[in-house]
């Protein structure tokens, strides 16, 4: 199989080839080509569509679906901030507000310079740490509005 | 069997038998707005929720087969309510622009909303900003009127197998758009237009050219114009249930009539240019089938259908030499008009304006596909409008369609054959072709032309024909999503270097053909395409010619400018070409 467009590595072709036929693969799919490129690119899904033989169509509806998955470039640090009930109630939308001010970003958006973009996640299973933030796969817990200007410093080096 | 009751009602129905379908079979009506006689339903609307007995539970009766002692109550004044809030939910989302909607009237959220007196909305209104996207030129999407109800998506990918669209985001930011954020017009979408066919609101619809054939008409009576129109087969089997008349209705000779009150000069009919494309793919068939055209590959496949040919140039491009090369019915009389007719009426082509009427929304693609489209040395066919639009028009125009005069077709280009107007159904053209090419074949004429195996609404239909001794086997395929089986043999049996199965193949892709298509008046199910299908194989029936060969205007055309099938003169007019496409352009 070909993947010259999408430029797949050997490893992630031989993913998808042991995937193939597995029923409820594209799921399984979808996440190892985003830990791959960070996000899900037009170019790998069409790649994908047409080794596993599934309609463009089907795998967009599935990428959009999932809030996981991204069909944009994030930054290179992705700012999660946890609106789950409990960092919701400790006010982590002020954080999340805080930081788009501070970044000058809306929604999904990536800063100029490439370095930063916020995603409003779900519970990240560290409740009593509420409000919580991760910021790669370093967390930090009882975020206080700020504070985060010295985060954001933190990972602009 | 399953026993229960509906409205205190004892019902005895059919195990795995909807609640809805136990119902409507008893006459008791059922509030339904997601659902379509022609999917499998899937409760995304909520309209059609019923009670069980005292249960407070509310059951979805499209999905909920009906059990064994269950006490169904359709309506109370409680389900009324929740009926009431389910539309008024959906009201918050859609905007109120009724009067300028194009399915102002036939728009099944409107009726809704007035058969359950909606007068106000409680809900504050969250409509979404989003893009008209008219980038096929056939069909427009707005998805700011979607209600989400999911029709266009199952019927683009489970009906035609296409995936020109799919349900993107979740919850209340859901939308419907092609993958990829590309439109419609850069994608696979093959502008069938099966989707607005079974849009229930205004969401997805036919693009409107009435003004500008409107436009046209105007400058006909100042003599700078001459407005050539020509009516499918299709066509006037249905027009009629636009006017409130039974579909299959036979309207062709108050069409001529209307057509005429419309401020058309001309008015001829494409069963005419249908037996023409007879004669040229009827005579291309036999030059593959027989020795003179050993290499020419077989099966030939037909494409009259403009939205098969998209589909094939983008899914199955390797095929490309097995398509006819003749052009369809509408592009043959538009190259007819204004070359052979213009030439004979004394008319400059350039100051003709050529409206084909047409069930397609693809047809609107069609006439202007590739540079052969332009082939009188002028665009063939210059504006395409649906049977909806013709309706509207004629509306507009305070027509009685109903109550007209019976007129005819203008020569010569009026005149048709049986063969003709039986383009119009699913295995139509294929009949068609076998009653010219027997005689082509054998020499002789057939005593009974009726070829009744390749009619009905199967999706794949095969058949074996006997032409004195020489075996013609033909496969007929309607609606795109059942094509790949017929195929996927072909292609199968070619690689293992076997014969192929079919000598022949027919290709629609419209489910029941053009009687169906796209552009054909609103509400389409199987019941209406048998009446339409009904209404075709009549008028064949009485037909006095039954064959395009003996259509003596077809032999007129041939003598006077064609010369014979397939001559350079034919193939130059009434020929064209295919080329693999992608199926994203972008």
């Known amino acids: 199989m070909e993947n010259k467009e999408a430029g797949f590595s050997p490893e992630l072709t031989a993913f998808i080839l042991e995937w193939k036929d597995k029923p409820g693969n594209l799921i399984m799919l979808l996440h190892r080509i985003q830990e791959e490129y960070g996000f899900i690119p037009r170019s790998a899904a069409e790649t994908l569509a047409r080794m596993i033989d599934l309609p463009l169509a089907k795998i967009y509806g599935v990428v959009t679906f999932y809030h996981f998955f991204k069909t944009s470039k994030p930054g290179k640090n992705r700012i999660a901030i946890c609106l789950g009930t409990a960092c919701y109630l400790k006010g982590s939308q002020d954080l999340i507000d805080e930081a788009r001010d501070l970044l000058n970003i809306e929604g999904d958006e990536v800063t100029d310079d490439g370095l930063f973009s916020i995603d409003a996640v779900r519970c990240i299973g560290c409740c009593g740490l509420a409000p919580v933030l991760q910021v790669g796969n370093e967390v930090f817990g009882k975020v206080q509005k700020d504070q985060i200007a010295e985060i954001i410093a933190k990972f602009r080096t | ?586």
């Open chain 2, 1 to 586: 069997m399953v026993k229960a009751k509906i409205n205190s009602q004892e019902v005895e129905v059919a195990e795995g038998t909807t609640i809805l379908e136990a119902a409507e079979k008893f006459h008791v009506k059922i509030p339904k707005l997601c659902h379509n006689d022609d999917l499998e339903p899937w409760a995304a609307c909520g309209i059609c929720v019923v009670k069980n007995g005292k249960s407070p539970k509310l059951l979805r009766a499209c999905c909920t087969p009906l059990e064994e002692g269950m006490n169904i109550i359709t309506t109370d004044a409680e389900l009324v309510q929740t009926r009431k809030t389910v539309i008024e939910l959906i009201l918050s989302t859609h905007p109120d622009d009724c009067l300028a909607c194009p399915r102002n009237q036939e728009c099944e959220l409107q009726r809704l909303a007035a058969e359950f007196g909606i007068r106000d909305q409680p809900f504050p209104k969250r409509l979404r900003n989003l893009p008209v996207d008219d980038s096929t030129g056939a069909i427009v999407l707005n998805p700011e009127k979607c209600i989400r109800c999911g029709r266009c998506v199952k019927v683009c990918q489970e009906m035609q197998d296409v995936w020109a669209i799919e349900f993107l985001g979740r919850g209340e930011k859901t939308r419907i758009a092609p993958a990829g954020d590309v439109k419609l017009g850069e994608g696979p979408c093959i502008r069938c237009g099966q989707c607005a066919a079974h849009c229930p609101v205004g969401a997805i619809y036919e693009n409107d050219q009435t003004t500008e054939v409107w436009e046209a008409l105007m400058k006909t009576g100042e003599g700078e114009r001459t407005c050539v129109v020509q009516i499918a087969p299709a066509v006037r089997v249905a027009l009629g249930e636009a006017f409130g008349l039974k579909p299959g209705t036979n309207v062709t000779k108050k069409i001529y009539a209307a057509l005429r009150r419309l401020g058309f000069d001309m008015v001829f009919d494409t069963n005419f240019a249908a037996d023409l494309t007879i004669m040229e793919e009827g005579t291309e068939f036999v030059r593959r089938f027989t020795a003179a055209g050993v290499g020419a590959p077989l099966p030939l496949i037909t494409t009259c259908c403009p939205a098969w040919v998209d589909y094939l140039e983008k899914y199955w491009p390797d095929m490309i030499p097995n398509f006819s090369t003749a052009k369809s019915p509408q592009q043959m009389m538009g190259a007819m008009i204004k070359t052979y007719w213009a030439a004979q009426a004394k008319v400059d082509p350039a100051k003709i304006f050529s409206v084909a009427i047409m069930p397609c929304t693809a047809k609107k693609f069609e006439n202007s596909r590739n540079e052969t489209m332009y082939s009188s040395g002028h665009k063939d066919v210059d504006i395409t409008l649906t049977t909806r639009e013709l309706a509207r028009m004629i509306k507009q125009a305070g027509i009685d369609l109903v109550n007209l005069p019976d007129e005819n077709a203008d020569s010569p280009m009026g005149p048709y054959t049986g063969a003709g107007v039986i383009f119009g159904a699913t295995g139509g053209v294929m009949e068609a072709a076998l009653r010219t090419a027997y005689t082509l074949v054998t020499g002789e004429e057939l005593k009974e032309v009726a070829f009744t195996s390749v009619r009905s609404m199967t999706g794949i239909k095969e058949a074996q024909i006997n032409m004195k001794g020489t075996i013609i086997r033909v496969a007929v395929a309607h609606q795109m999503g059942n094509i790949e089986t017929v195929l996927r043999q072909v292609v199968e049996a070619r690689a293992a270097g076997k014969e192929t199965p079919w000598h022949f193949i027919e290709v629609m892709a419209c489910r029941g053909g053009c009687i169906g298509g796209g552009g054909q008046p609103y509400g389409c199910t199987d019941e209406v395409r048998k009446l339409r299908i009904r209404g075709i194989y009549d008028e064949d029936d009485v037909s006095t010619y039954r064959c395009s060969h003996h259509n003596p205007y077809i032999k007129k055309i041939y003598t006077e400018f064609l010369e014979k099938p397939g001559s350079h003169k034919a193939h130059g007019l009434l020929h064209t070409h295919y080329v693999a496409r992608p199926i994203y352009m972008k």
